[in-house]
Every structure is written in C-alpha cells, then in structure tokens.
C-alpha cells in the first residue's frame, strides 16, 4: 500500500526512501500525561519522552493532573525543570485550571501550552464544577492561546454553550461517543470555533473487549464506549481534528489492585494502529498525518521542527508487546496485529532514535511555551 506516496520532515509531500519505506513529519501528540511532579513510578519526562519518541512522535503536550497538579508558579516550575533535565523530545506543559487560579493562570499562560479544564471526573485532583468559574477562565485566559475541556455528554453541550458566549475557542479532549461526535459535527457547521481529539483506544477497544481485557485494565475515561459509538467515530472521521494518544500510564500492580486508576498508555501504539487503519482502508495517509502533525500545530500554535522527520516501515507486520518503553510495562493493545513500524527518528539532524535505541541527550528536548521560543532554548 502507498507505495508512490512521498512525505518528507515537516511537510505532506516528500521523500520515498524505498517500496515500503516512509518518511513522515514529527508527530505531536497534544494530550500527554507524563506523571511529573510526583508520580514518577509511573513515568517521568525522560522515560515518557522516550516513549513518544519509539512512537514517532517528536512533540507532546504535557497534561497538568500531576501531584501537585500544575497550577501556579511553583508547581509549573517543578514541571519545567524536570522536562529541561530530561526531555528527549520537544514539549509543552499545559497549565490545570483550579478556582482559585483564574488570574494567575492567565498571566502564565506564556510559559503553557494550554489551559485544560477537566469538567468531568477523572484521576486526579482537579476538577471544575462551578459553571461561574468556568466562565471566567474562559473570559480571562488570552484568547491566542488554547483551551482543552475533559467534557463528556451534557458537560460538551454546556461548555459548547460557554464557549460561544465568550466568543472564543475550545479544543474538547478524547471525544468517545456518537452523541458527542455529532454534536461536535453540528456546532461546527454552525460556525463554532470547536476542535476535538480522539484517542485511538476509543477506535480500537470497546465494552466488547472488557471481559478479556479485565475490570483493571479496562479503567479509563472516558470509559470504553459501545461498537456502534466507535463506529459513529470512524464515520465522523472529517470532524476529528487530532488523534491524541491520551497516554495515561499507571502500572499493572495499580491497574489489578482493589481500586485501579482509569488510563491507558498509548504514545508506542498509536502510529502502528493507525497506520493498520491506513492498510485496512478506513483511513487516508494524508488524513492520518494532518490529524497527528498539521492540524495538532495549527491548533496549539506550535513551532515547525526543522530538519526533523520520522523514517516508518509502513508494511512491517508485528504484535504488539507486552513490554513497553514507557516505565508503566504493559498496554492494552498486547497480542495485536498491527503493521508499520517506527525505524529512526531525526530531532534538529540528529538520529534520535533508532530500531529500539535511543542517542538523544536527556534535556535537548526544548520547551515549546511561547516565552521559550522567543528565548531560543
Ligand atoms: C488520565 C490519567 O490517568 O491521568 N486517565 C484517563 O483515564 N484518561 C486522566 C484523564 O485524561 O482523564
Ligand atoms: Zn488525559
């Protein structure tokens, strides 16, 4: 398959390296949790950033329901000087909206990627419920910088509502049912200034594989959805603007205790399962990386990485491990036929990556935040 396609670093066209040899831009995965400050058992910016690089990707978004979550001045300072000591890819750190932090959320907006609101239940301390609040954070945070929701059902309708009275923009996080797809669907045709991700475990797993994956393993949220919500996904697939991994490691002794955490680890398996979607004809190439390059840097307001690209072997055919390089050691893709394969990544001209090793320096990865762009470091 695409064979006589041609991509090249930082660009949709480009270089054929042979028949099933593919070379792809970096891609960016908006929606990573990198569990720094405070839970580096689980992963830490190095081991995280070095399995979004065995993944291809050469850009994560950094989510902040870390402990402490990244609220202010000194817990987004924690965050920042462990990705500059050990970041092997670029990066961003989005900031935690709280309701006290409305005003100083806003003034260090330039230091952020983002500003997630987490509207819904999930792990982790933060969680917004007070719709006032909510509007002020959208009111106050600058409008040139992006806004991520966790808003499952109602919650998407409501903030949809909030978003278009603050005349502003809304990016809604790992998008999982039919209802919510649509609805997305309409407010765009209406004008609305929404974007959405979709996490590749709501297009490849659903409540059908619950029993065999067991209660654990199968926590995440948005919880794993029905075949007829992921069919309504891939149906939508026009209205997805990213594909976002929502990379989410807990370890397999939390996930098989008595209260295990919801979240999958992702960076290492979504290329390949999407890349199996492109074989399988359910998806366009094209589509694939505007959805995990083009539009997530559009979207985020992220620098082009030049001299950077990613060599695939797109007709490789493997199963996925249960051992991941992500410090959490398993997936819940284990035993699955996947083909194409990440072989080497090139950051800054530098052969980052390569067959299961790594030569990136920990720290060169660089901070993506506007305030660090300008100081070119
Ligand atoms: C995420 C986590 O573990 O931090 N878990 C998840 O199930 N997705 C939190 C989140 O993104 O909701
Ligand atoms: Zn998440």
Redesign the pocket.
Known sequence: MVKNRYYSAGLSSGVLVNMTNLRLPGLIDPHV?LREPGATHKEDFESGTKAALAGGFTIVLA?P?TSPPLIDDESLSLAETAAAQKAVCDYGIHLGASPQNIETAAQLAPRSSGLKL?LDA???PLHLTDLHIIREHFGRWPHQRPILC?AEDRTLAAILMVAYLEKRSVHI??VSRRAEIEIIRDAKMRGLDVTCEVGPHHLFLTTDDIPRLGAGRS???PRLATPDDAAALWANMDVVDCIAT?H?P?TLAEKDSDKP????PGLETSLPLMLTAVHEGRIELDDLIKKMSDNPRRIFALPEQPDTWVDVDVDAGWRVPEKQVSRCGWTPFAGMPVRGQVQRVTLRNQVVYENGLFFATPGSGRNIAPVYQERGS
């Open positions: 949790h989510m329901n987490y999930t792990f982790g966790h996080c790992h926590e995440v949220r929502d989410a807990h955490p919801p979240g999958f």
